[in-house]
């Protein structure tokens, strides 16, 4: 019943900002928010944030200082701010949370960063 919805995305150039939202709907007893994926043209896809249950939040190297992941719990929403974007930044962007060990995805939202 949950589904997941990610906004935000866009065209900005390079050393610009972004804010992606990612809203759940319906039910989210049991839902816990984990992160955000991204996947660029021609790349597998790479675990950009992981958010736990307790606001810890780990980065892949690459985004480090730059983007930062926080939850809004009475919104039930998820956001990524992205600062300082690169054009190697370009990508869908896809959040996920799992429910009842059920791993749910939003359907992505894309990123293009260039001048």
């Known amino acids: 019943q949950v589904q997941l919805v990610e906004s935000g995305g866009g065209l900005v150039q390079p050393g610009g900002s972004l804010r992606l939202s990612c809203a759940a709907s319906?039910?989210?007893?049991?839902?816990?928010?984990m992160g955000w994926y991204r996947q660029a043209p021609g790349k597998q896809r790479e675990l950009v944030t992981t958010?736990?249950?307790?606001?810890?939040?780990t980065y892949v190297d690459s985004v480090k200082g730059r983007f930062t992941t926080s939850r809004d719990n009475a919104k039930n929403t998820m956001y990524l701010q992205m600062d300082s974007l690169k054009p190697e930044d370009t990508a869908v962007y896809s959040c996920?949370?799992?429910?009842?060990?059920?791993?749910?995805w939003g359907q992505g939202t894309q990123v293009t960063v260039s001048s």
């Open positions: 996920y949370a799992t429910e009842y060990g059920k791993t749910l």
């Open positions: 319906g039910s989210i007893v049991g839902l816990s928010f």
């Open positions: 958010v736990t249950n307790y606001g810890y939040a």
